[in-house]
């Protein structure tokens, strides 16, 4: 871990990341709501809202539609992800490197490590080179961390959360996101557990607004230093009301009902 308030990818020592790896690692089915939204294009428009530190997509999206963005939108590189075709042991595939990332002009590399997996050393050790590959180009780098695997009933007790934060401390992520383990004290506790390492909650399936708002509400109380999110943002019928608000609760700290009051 290295200070990265400087980033780019940070604001006010928060961030808020808007993904959009879904296209390889769930499939069209994330679209069926929303079909405009293969395009591409159509989320990198909203990723140029303020409240957007950076946007985290695939190597092709980012070699296509990257460009034409690049005076407005931050880039995260994925450097890893599998399909959901695949039915082995939890996994995910090398698919660029961090040199070709900082050629694309990623400002940072993010990386998907499957704590609790089969195939967890194999991943450590990948993100060994990813991480030091990252440190030559001065890239921060962003773990998501997802404890899978046979072993592992349930990933989001509040222990395994908190060891996922953990590991990513550990293994040098500057930071890591995780998803929310049920509680504002068991989101406090996984938070101590990485130190000083930014810890962002994971935005997951679509819910309501106002459920939706509460969640990141109690997370930022509880420590964590902003949000990952896709389809929370994305399939909405209006995306820059929901970021407007999200401006709010997560930089600002306002609660989500005064956020969605002042977003109506």
């Known amino acids: ?25 769930h499939g069209p089915v994330d679209f069926e ?25 695939q190597k092709g999206v980012a070699e296509g539609y990257y460009p034409s963005y690049e005076d407005d939108v931050n880039l995260l590189l994925k450097v890893n992800g599998t399909s959901n075709l695949w039915m082995g042991e939890y996994d995910s595939a090398i698919n660029c490197s961090v040199d070709y990332a900082a050629e694309i002009g990623a400002d940072a590399v993010g990386f998907t490590l499957y704590g609790g997996s089969n195939h967890e050393v194999e991943m450590a050790e990948e993100f060994r080179d990813v991480q030091e590959a990252a440190r030559d180009h001065d890239l921060p780098v962003v773990m998501w961390s997802y404890p899978r695997g046979q072993g592992l009933k349930n ?19 500057d930071i890591a996101k995780v998803k929310y383990p049920g509680s504002p004290e068991a989101m406090e506790h996984a938070c101590r557990c990485a ?17 939706f708002l509460s969640t990141v509400e109690a997370a930022i109380d509880a420590g964590a230093k902003g949000l990952a999110v896709g ?4 399939q909405r019928e209006d ?12 930089y600002e700290e306002e609660t989500a009902d005064a956020a969605l009051e002042a977003t109506e």
């Open 1 to 25: 871990m290295i200070p990265i308030d400087d980033s780019p990818i940070v604001r006010d020592g928060k961030s808020l990341i808007l993904a959009m790896d879904h296209g390889l690692e």
């Open 33 to 57: 709501e929303v079909p405009e939204k293969l395009d591409p294009s159509t989320v990198f428009e909203t990723a140029t809202h303020d409240a957007v530190t950076c946007m985290a997509v």
């Open 155 to 173: 990933d989001t007790k509040p222990e395994v959360i908190s060891y996922a934060t953990r590991l990513g401390l550990e293994l040098g992520a």
């Open 195 to 211: 130190g000083d390492m930014k810890v962002v909650m994971s935005g997951g399936s679509k819910t309501s607004d106002y459920e």
């Open 231 to 234: 389809r929370n943002v994305w």
């Open 239 to 250: 995306p820059t009301r929901l970021l407007d608000a999200l401006e709010k609760v997560i």
